[in-house]
C-alpha cells in the first residue's frame, strides 16, 4: 500500500478543557453544600499525544456516527494504549509527529522574502514552534556570561557536569523556541491564557437506563479552561494514500471534539509533501539549526574545554526504567516528569447501562503513567556516550510503539559532526 504525508491544523472553537480533571478534593460535611466536594481544576495546555492520534482516527473513519463504530480496515479496531503494544494495529494509519504550535499570520502584513520559498514547498518552518530544550531556556533566563561552563563532580553515577549559568530560582524551562531560526518566543507573547469558570456537577443514578439527579448531591467545581490566542496547534502523519482524497480538495475541513468535555476543534487536513516526512522522523534541518542557536560544540568543564553533544525531547517520553539508569549514560539531564492517566472504553458498562451500545460512551480508569516532558534536555560528554543513551533509550519496552502515537520523539544533536558537504570541502 502505499504512502501519503499529511499535515492536520487544530483550531479551538471555543475555550478548552483538556484532561487534568483528577484535581484537589475535599468534603465539606453538612453544610449547606450538603456534602458537595469541591474542586478546582486546571486543564493541560496542549492535548496529549494519544489525543492527536484518537482524533486522526476519528477523522479516519468514512461515515462516523453517534455509535462510534470503527471501521477496521481504515483505522484498526482497539483504542490505542501507550502501555500495551500487543493487537495494536490501526489500519491505514501508521505513525504521527509530535505536536507543535504554529503561529496564525497577520493578513496585513506581507510574507518576508525568504518565507516565499518555505511556503511553496509548505514547509511552515518559520511558522511553527515546539517545546525548548530546557537546557536552552535555563541559558536564556540564567546568566549569559557563564553559558556552556559547567563544573565536574565526581557521583555514585560517575563524572557530573553541572551549570553555572542555571538558576533554579530564575529559570523559566517551560518556553516555545521557532524551529527555523531557534530562537525562543517572548516571554511578552503568550499563546494560552485562562478562563475561569464556576460550574455545578450534578451526579447521576441510573435505574433501568433512565438518568436520575439527587437534588443534594453536587460536585462544586472552579476550573480555567484555556484559549488559544493567536497560535494553532498542528501535527503531521504517514497514512494510506487512499485515507483522505485530495483529488476534489487541496484542504479538507472538518471538525472534531477533544477531551472528556467535547471541546470542539476545527480540523484542516491537507497533503504535507516531504515536509511531512521530515517532521515525523524529525529529520528536519531546522531542528539543528534551532539547537545550533544555542547549544555549542564546545563548552568548559573545570576551567577545561570539552567537546560534547545533546539529546532533546520534542514529545513526552514514556520512560519506564529508573532516573539513576538513565543518569548514567549522560554526563547531565534537565528533565521535568508529567502523569498520563490511562483511560480505556468499558463497553460493557455502556450496554449495562444504556441497553444500546449507541447510547453514552464510558469509561474506566487504569494506572497513572509518568513520562519524562517535552523539552528534557541530556548532555553528553561524547558521541560515543550520546550512541550508547540512544542504544539504551530505543531498547525499551514500548519505545517504537509510543512513537506510533509520536511519543518517545527525540532530536539527538551533535554540533561537532561534518555534514556531506562539509566534508566534501575539506577533501
Not at 496529549?48 to 470503527?70: C, H, K, M, T, W
Not at 443514578?205 to 493567536?230: M, Q
Not at 455502556?350 to 447510547?359: D, F, H, I, L, Q
Request: net charge neutral; glycine share 8%; aromatic share 12%.
Amino acid at each position: 500500500m502505499s504512502e501519503k504525508n499529511i499535515r492536520i491544523v487544530l483550531t479551538p472553537l471555543a475555550p478548552y478543557f483538556l484532561g487534568g480533571e483528577r484535581g484537589l478534593k475535599y468534603d465539606d460535611n453538612d453544610t449547606q453544600m450538603s456534602k458537595g466536594e469541591k474542586y478546582y481544576i486546571r486543564s493541560n495546555l496542549m492535548p496529549n499525544q494519544s489525543a492527536l492520534f484518537g482524533v486522526l482516527r476519528f477523522l479516519g473513519i468514512e461515515n462516523p456516527d453517534s455509535s462510534f463504530a470503527r471501521d477496521p480496515n481504515r483505522i484498526g479496531t482497539d483504542s490505542y494504549r501507550l502501555d500495551n503494544a500487543s493487537n495494536q494495529d490501526f489500519g491505514m494509519i501508521k505513525k504521527i509527529s509530535p505536536l507543535y504550535l504554529m503561529r496564525k499570520e497577520d493578513e496585513n502584513e506581507p510574507p518576508a522574502e525568504n518565507d516565499k520559498e518555505n511556503k511553496k514547498n509548505k514547509n511552515e518552518g518559520d511558522n511553527l514552534y515546539f517545546p525548548a530544550p530546557m537546557l536552552i531556556a535555563a541559558m536564556d533566563s540564567g546568566n549569559s556570561k557563564k553559558n556552556n561552563q559547567y563544573e565536574c563532580l565526581e557521583t555514585d553515577c560517575g563524572s557530573r557536569w553541572l551549570p553555572l549559568f542555571y538558576s533554579e530560582k530564575d529559570a523559566e524551562l517551560f518556553r516555545f523556541i521557532h524551529l527555523s531560526d531557534g530562537k525562543l518566543l517572548d516571554k511578552e507573547i503568550t499563546p494560552f491564557r485562562y478562563q475561569t469558570r464556576v460550574v455545578i456537577n450534578r451526579k447521576r443514578d441510573y435505574n433501568n437506563g433512565i438518568s436520575t439527579y439527587p437534588e443534594k448531591d453536587k460536585d462544586f467545581l472552579k476550573k480555567d479552561y484555556v484559549i488559544l490566542d493567536g497560535f494553532r496547534f498542528v501535527f503531521y502523519a504517514k497514512v494510506g494514500e487512499g485515507l483522505f482524497d485530495f483529488s476534489q480538495e487541496k484542504i479538507i475541513n472538518k471538525s472534531v471534539f477533544i477531551g472528556q468535555g467535547k471541546c470542539p476543534f476545527a480540523a484542516e487536513i491537507s497533503d504535507a509533501e516531504d515536509c511531512g516526512e521530515q517532521m515525523i522522523g524529525l529529520t528536519a534541518p531546522a531542528f539543528a539549526q534551532a539547537a545550533a542557536a544555542k547549544l555549542g560544540g564546545q563548552v568548559t568543564v573545570g576551567g577545561e574545554k570539552k567537546d560534547c553533544c545533546y539529546a532533546f525531547l520534542v514529545s513526552d517520553m514514556f520512560y519506564e526504567g529508573s532516573m539513576d539508569e538513565l543518569k548514567k549514560h549522560c554526563v547531565y539531564a534537565m528533565t521535568a516528569q508529567k502523569q498520563y492517566r490511562v483511560f480505556t472504553t468499558n463497553y460493557k458498562a455502556r450496554e449495562a447501562v444504556s441497553g444500546n451500545k449507541g447510547n453514552g460512551r464510558f469509561v474506566k480508569q487504569n494506572e497513572v503513567l509518568h513520562l519524562l516532558q517535552a523539552g528534557s534536555t541530556f548532555v553528553f560528554e561524547s558521541r560515543e556516550q550520546m550512541k550508547n543513551f540512544k542504544a539504551y533509550i530505543e531498547t525499551m519496552p514500548f519505545f517504537a510503539h509510543g512513537q506510533i502515537a509520536g511519543f518517545n520523539g527525540i532530536f539527538y544533536y551533535d554540533p561537532n559532526e561534518k555534514t556531506h558537504s562539509e566534508t566534501e570541502d575539506s577533501k
